[in-house]
């Protein structure tokens, strides 16, 4: 269940080094809504260091605009290409380095975590992710983007939202059992007839 929140108001970042996605979530009681979201265009920028500085002057200004609460972005994944690995981990680290620098408290969320908090499915495809949002926060046809690296980053901040409602609870925990087992105080009991 989720706890209600007087109002906040989520950023969500999808890294990439050609479009970064951003979305911004905006959360009364226990309801989500969109604020907005869209991509930084840096598909046609070949300096690698333009780029990044391009990345933190809009991610620092969408955060001017929206004032954050909170920010939710994508872990990059491990892949085979070495160097596509460091250029997304950039990218990361100097969005990461906006919030930072506004005090805005970041979370990392894994890919397949992001899509198995929204469709239930960790491999889910980015189509069926964004359908769910879709649904899920009543976008319109004509406000969805054409960019899927936008509802990549609205469903980090989604996924971020979900997990407001949940106990937090030490790392060494593996599983509900185990929860239980080491947080008693944090369990009520209910009573049984």
Same mark, same amino acid.
């Not at 991610?59 to 954050?68: A, G, K, M, Q």
């Given at each position: 269940?989720?706890?209600?929140?007087?109002?906040?108001?989520?950023?969500?970042?999808?890294?990439?080094?050609?479009?970064?996605?951003? $979305?911004?979530?905006?959360? %009364?009681?226990?309801?989500?809504? &969109?604020?907005?979201?869209?991509?930084?265009? !840096?598909?046609? +920028?070949?300096?690698?260091?333009?780029?990044?500085?391009?990345? @933190? %002057?809009?991610?620092?200004?969408? &955060?001017? *605009?929206?004032?954050?609460?909170?920010?939710?972005? +994508?872990?990059? @994944? @491990? $892949?085979?290409?070495?160097?596509?690995?460091?250029?997304?981990?950039?990218?990361?680290?100097?969005?990461?380095?906006?919030?930072?620098?506004?005090?805005?408290?970041?979370? %990392?969320?894994?890919?397949?975590?992001?899509?198995?908090? !929204? *469709?239930?499915?960790?491999?889910?495809?980015? +189509?069926?992710?964004? $359908?769910?949002?879709?649904?899920?926060?009543?976008?319109?046809?004509?406000?969805?983007?054409?960019?899927?690296?936008?509802?990549?980053?609205?469903?980090?901040?989604?996924?971020?939202?979900?997990?407001?409602?949940?106990?937090?609870?030490?790392?060494?925990?593996?599983?509900?059992?185990?929860?239980?087992?080491?947080?008693?105080?944090?369990? *009520?009991?209910?009573?049984? %007839?």
């Amino acid at each position: 269940m989720l706890k209600s929140v007087k109002e906040k108001i989520i950023l969500g970042i999808d890294p990439g080094t050609n479009y970064m996605g951003y $979305g911004v979530l905006k959360v %009364e009681g226990t309801k989500a809504s &969109i604020v907005c979201m869209g991509v930084i265009d !840096l598909h046609k +920028e070949k300096d690698t260091y333009k780029k990044l500085g391009y990345i @933190f %002057e809009r991610v620092w200004s969408i &955060i001017e *605009t929206y004032l954050p609460d909170e920010m939710a972005i +994508e872990a990059p @994944f @491990f $892949g085979k290409n070495v160097q596509s690995m460091l250029k997304l981990g950039r990218a990361q680290g100097v969005a990461i380095a906006a919030a930072v620098h506004h005090s805005v408290p970041i979370t %990392e969320y894994a890919p397949t975590k992001i899509k198995m908090a !929204l *469709t239930g499915n960790g491999s889910a495809a980015k +189509e069926q992710v964004s $359908g769910m949002l879709q649904r899920i926060l009543q976008i319109s046809e004509q406000d969805m983007q054409t960019h899927l690296d936008a509802t990549d980053a609205l469903a980090a901040a989604y996924c971020h939202y979900l997990q407001m409602g949940r106990p937090t609870s030490d790392s060494t925990a593996k599983s509900w059992a185990d929860y239980v087992k080491k947080n008693p105080s944090k369990i *009520t009991k209910r009573k049984t %007839e």
